[in-house]
C-alpha cells in the first residue's frame, strides 16, 4: 500500500522557518521524482519544487532562494527546509511521487494528505 505522510508543518511568523518532512512507503522510493505542491486559500494548487532521482531540482520563481528540497533514499524521505516564510506561504502543502516525468508541471502518481503552513505577518 502507497502511503505519502507529511509531517512539520505550523504556524510561524514572518521571518521564520520551518522543515516539512514525507515519510514514504509502499513502492521504489528511489526510483520514483518526487515534488512538493502547494494550494493557498482561493487558489489552485501548484508545483513549488521537485527533485529527479539523481538529485537535480527546479522550483517555482516565488519559492526560489528560500526553499529547499532534498531526499534521503536510505530513510525513504522527502523534505522541505524553508526559509524567510512570507504570509503568502501561507497554504496546504503536499508531497507527491511519480515514476514517469519530472518537473513542477509533470503528472505525480501518489500524493500525501498534507499538512498546513500558516505565516502571520
Known amino acids: 500500500q502507497v502511503q505519502l505522510e507529511e509531517s512539520g508543518g505550523g504556524s510561524v511568523p514572518a521571518g521564520g522557518s520551518l522543515r516539512l518532512s514525507c515519510a514514504a512507503s509502499?513502492?521504489?522510493?528511489?526510483?520514483?521524482?518526487m515534488a512538493w505542491f502547494r494550494r493557498a486559500p482561493g487558489k489552485e494548487r501548484m508545483g513549488i519544487a521537485s527533485i529527479h532521482t539523481d538529485g537535480r531540482t527546479t522550483y517555482a520563481d516565488s519559492v526560489k532562494g528560500r526553499f529547499t528540497i532534498s531526499r534521503d533514499n536510505v530513510r525513504n524521505t522527502l523534505y522541505l527546509q524553508m526559509n524567510s516564510l512570507k504570509p503568502e506561504d501561507t497554504a496546504m502543502y503536499y508531497c507527491?511521487?511519480?515514476?514517469?516525468?519530472?518537473?513542477?508541471?509533470?503528472?505525480?502518481?501518489?500524493w500525501g494528505q498534507g499538512t498546513q503552513v500558516t505565516v502571520s505577518s
Open positions: 507527491a511521487a511519480g515514476g514517469v516525468n519530472w518537473g513542477l508541471f509533470a503528472e505525480y502518481n501518489y
Open positions: 509502499g513502492f521504489p522510493y528511489d526510483q520514483y521524482f
